[in-house]
């Protein structure tokens, strides 16, 4: 079954395509990575998926439902926030800068959704929560503040606030673009790790050898198009688009140069 | 370290005093001008057993109590109001943030003392008030000096304690919406879990503000001819003409009562303030 499936979805902002007809399928337990240019819609495609923002056209099927929308007879209708909200928990994000809620301890970030969303008891909440935050390495900062947690921290706690919520599918909108070139690694072994566990993931990234070793299927966007698909060996040595042999070459050329991994993009 | 520089350590540096005149004369003159206020103070012949007798008098204690009850219960309209109105501003409805802003400009654009008394006044323009089902009232029975100067004092207060909680609310970065909202909360349980209590930090000074100023503010419901302190106390100097020793009286009670709050809104800072010590200014 596929968790995804984008069926020609376009996004404008204004006057301004963004995403322009984008068709995509991603199955159960499969890890796709999203690259291409800064600009080339992979954050509005991620965030489409989850709702935070809604279509023009086309469809989008998240987890076997149609997302934002229900179909009664002839007609299709939006659904109310509640719904929306409802439909969300099929989706986890993790965010480019983070997004810890400030005022809350890192265990408490993990738990809020858990307990807020889903109606469990706090203290099996926490207890999760302390579990999935020792699987990303955290069992020390259980109650720091995400102010007193370094970048690659806070991402790993981010990381485990998204599992909380038992979500079919993970979303990552370029999880190490806003890290110090040190704590890049860190946050990279986390999600290698999670996806072993099977669960779906969609990951825009810059990080080649991420997505390399491993993904499953790498997906190359630009400008609001999806330009190739393949396996990320094929797709990483044998491009076939001339402008992902530009973007790779670019991207390799920026490595050598600037002799460490942090890709800039936004 | 290279051979060529002295040893030394700033440490030992001599704090030097310097000569500031400005700060000098400053001082003289305040000093000089409570000299003065204090021999005005000793001329004017105040009773000061007057005021003993009354700081503690049953009468005063009453009034102070009004004046207590009345600061948070016209506070806690004013703070209804102002999260209904500033959440209604964040609104996507745009009949709604129109309610808002119409709400605003007439309570802020109008006197605080002509809306208590229009308040006060109401059953000349409504002699009846009726809930279907409920049944309905005589509005002077319903609309005495208290009712008037707790709806008078909080709807004002809710308008101008909107602005600070809307900013409040602003404060909070749009990427902790997004982040709650991923998870599945809803628009109000977003508010409540993870907006309202980041925008506290920026909230509660000013509103600290306002919980003085309601304090003070409360004394201008005697125009309604409600029993707070000053009420108290005016209706005593009306028949002992010990003007200003009542005033002081209720002067000391004011600057106590305030005082204590002073106190309260640092510790609330310090308890909001969690979370946000590392580069932040509070
Ligand atoms: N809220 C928005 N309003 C207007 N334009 C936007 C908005 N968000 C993104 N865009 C534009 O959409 C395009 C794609 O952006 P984005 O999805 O962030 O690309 P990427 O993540 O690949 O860098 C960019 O040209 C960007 O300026
Ligand atoms: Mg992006």
């Known amino acids: 079954m596929n968790v995804v499936s984008a069926v020609n979805l376009s996004k404008s902002f204004g006057a301004f395509e963004v995403l322009k007809g984008i068709n995509l399928d991603i199955a159960k337990g499969e890890v796709v990575c999203i690259i291409g240019p800064s600009g080339s819609g992979k954050t509005t495609f991620l965030r489409c998926i989850n709702q935070l923002e809604s279509i023009n056209s086309g469809a989008l099927w998240v987890n076997g439902e149609l997302a934002g929308f229900r179909v009664v007879g002839e007609r299709i209708l939006p659904l109310d926030e509640h719904e929306i909200a409802f439909q969300r928990r099929a989706t986890g994000m993790v965010f480019q800068r983070f997004n810890l809620f400030a005022h809350l301890t890192a265990e408490q970030n993990v738990a809020l959704g858990p307990v807020e969303v889903l109606g469990q008891a706090p203290a099996q909440a926490l207890g999760t929560a302390r579990d999935l935050l020792a699987r990303v390495g955290l ?71 991420f997505a390399r070793d491993v993904s499953d299927r790498v997906v190359f966007m630009a400008d609001g198009r999806i330009l190739e698909v393949g396996s990320p060996e094929r797709m990483l040595t044998k491009p076939h688009e001339p402008r992902l042999k530009t973007f790779l070459s670019a991207l390799s050329g920026s490595r050598a140069g600037s002799g460490d991994s942090d890709a800039q993009s936004t | 370290m290279p051979a060529s520089l002295p040893r030394l350590d700033i440490a030992e540096a001599v704090r030097i005093r310097r000569f500031r005149p400005l700060r000098l004369l400053l001082g003289a003159l305040a000093i000089a001008f409570a000299i003065f206020v204090f021999r005005a103070f000793a001329d004017a012949q105040i009773d000061w057993s007057v005021v003993w007798e009354y700081l503690l008098a049953r009468i005063t204690i009453v009034g102070l109590g009004f004046t207590i009850l009345m600061t948070l219960v016209a506070m806690m309209i004013g703070l209804s109001v102002a999260v209904v109105l500033a959440v209604g501003f964040g609104s996507h409805n745009p009949v709604t943030r129109w309610i808002c802003k119409t709400y605003v400009w007439l309570f802020r654009g109008t006197p605080q003392l002509l809306q208590l008394l229009l308040w006060y006044n109401l059953a000349l323009v409504f002699p009846i008030v009726g809930f279907p089902g409920l049944g309905s009232w005589q509005t002077v029975d319903l609309m005495g000096p208290f009712a008037a100067a707790a709806i008078g004092l909080g709807l004002n207060a809710g308008a101008y304690m909107s602005e600070i909680i809307r900013s409040g609310l602003l404060s909070v970065d749009t990427g902790q ?106």
């Open chain 2, 177 to 282: 919406y997004e982040a709650a909202k991923a998870i599945g909360m809803t628009r109000g349980k977003t508010l409540r879990k993870v907006i309202f209590p980041q925008a506290m930090r920026v909230i509660i000074p000013p509103l600290g503000n306002e919980f003085i100023g309601m304090t003070k503010n409360t004394s201008l419901a005697s125009i309604v001819g409600f029993g707070e302190l000053i009420f108290v106390m005016q209706s005593i100097y009306f028949y002992n003409f010990k003007v200003i020793e009542m005033l002081l009286v209720s002067a000391f009670w004011y600057l106590v009562v305030t005082s204590i709050l002073s106190v309260g809104q640092y510790q609330l800072e310090k308890r909001f303030g969690r979370g946000f010590r590392r580069g932040g200014s509070l």
């Open chain 1, 139 to 209: 069992s020390q900062k259980l109650k720091s503040y995400p102010a007193e947690l370094s970048g690659g921290q806070q991402q790993r706690v981010a990381i485990a606030r998204a599992m909380a919520m038992n979500p079919q599918v993970l979303l990552f909108d370029e999880p190490t673009s806003a890290l110090d070139p040190e704590l890049v690694g860190e946050v990279l072994k986390v999600m290698q790790e999670v996806a072993t566990t099977g669960i779906t993931m969609v990951v825009a990234t810059h990080e080649l050898n």
